[in-house]
């Protein structure tokens, strides 16, 4: 007996025609505008995100135009500010072009302070010993005012004697150092209400020079001012380089030299102190010194 055959299981698949794909048409070419393709991106994308887009560009196109704006501002200003500059300079150098060539400099007014006058005299016919003779015998002088004695070199102009020539006026030979540390040296006069006291007062360039240089030539100062002041140097030559000594007089800080005799001990002979920081007076007398304190007082209040 023949075994029986199996009939195999058969699936019948539909066949599918394929689409046909027609061509585009030759020599034509499809076109789009911006304003499609805006409506394609809106068809496919949220409207949100567009119009962020839209702001982000503006935004972009914004700044890129704030940005020409603001490098053309700075560049105006750094022109601006090189031409400011250059006329600056010139008006600078045009300052200091007028101050130096075309005004007079200003220069320190010296003064020894405001003090009545006797009759003016004449150095070049006289010496220093006449005058200090004729002007302790002035009877004309009031109680404990001081009084200058001009000493001029010309009767036209009425020229004081400078700083050079008052010293050797005064028959002294002063180092030169201290006589730059003075820009004027005046000769004076005052009545004590018991004899008519000489006095020498001078204004100093620098307190703090003058004061060194004072100091240096102390063992020289007598023989530079006994004769304005009327010192017989003849009766205290052992005096001649003594040692100052340091004192107060009225409160006021004084170098002195002082000398012995018979009668006592310690008697003043010769001094000098400061009137002002910037005034400097030589005696013999301390009511000088203190009543050309007081007036100097008095004037600058």
Do not use: C
């Amino acid at each position: 007996m023949e075994p029986e055959v199996q009939k195999e299981n058969t699936v019948q698949v539909p066949i599918v025609e394929p689409i046909p794909v027609i061509p585009a048409q030759a020599g034509k070419h499809t076109s789009h505008t911006y304003d499609d393709d805006l409506a394609k991106a809106l068809d496919a994308t949220d409207a949100k995100i567009v119009q962020q887009m839209l702001n982000e560009g503006r935004e972009r196109e914004q700044n890129t135009i704030e940005e020409k704006k603001s490098k053309k501002q700075k560049g105006w200003y750094k022109a601006g500010v090189i031409i400011l500059l250059l006329f600056t300079s010139l008006a600078l150098a045009y300052g200091v072009y007028h101050y130096k060539k075309l005004t007079v400099p200003a220069e320190y007014s010296a003064s020894v302070g405001v003090f009545p006058s006797t009759e003016t005299v004449l150095f070049s016919t006289t010496d220093i010993r006449k005058v200090v003779e004729n002007i302790k015998s002035n009877n004309d002088l009031g109680a404990n005012k001081p009084t200058l004695v001009p000493l001029v070199s010309d009767e036209q102009n009425l020229n004081l004697l400078s700083v050079n020539e008052i010293f050797s006026f005064f028959e002294a030979s002063p180092s030169e150092p201290f006589l730059t540390s003075f820009n004027i040296v005046r000769l004076g006069i005052m009545n004590t209400g018991i004899e008519n006291a000489p006095f020498v007062i001078a204004s100093v360039n620098n307190a703090e020079i003058a004061s060194k240089e004072l100091l240096i030539a102390e063992p020289g100062l007598l023989q530079m001012f006994y004769r304005p002041l009327g010192i017989d140097l003849a009766e205290h030559s052992q005096e001649i380089g003594r040692e100052f000594t340091g004192e107060y007089m009225y409160n006021i800080p004084v170098r002195t030299v002082r000398y012995n005799n018979e009668e006592r001990s310690g008697n003043l002979l010769f001094f000098y102190g400061r009137a002002t920081d910037d005034i400097v007076v030589f005696t013999t007398k301390p009511e000088v010194l203190k009543a050309i304190y007081d007036s100097l007082i008095r004037q600058q209040s």
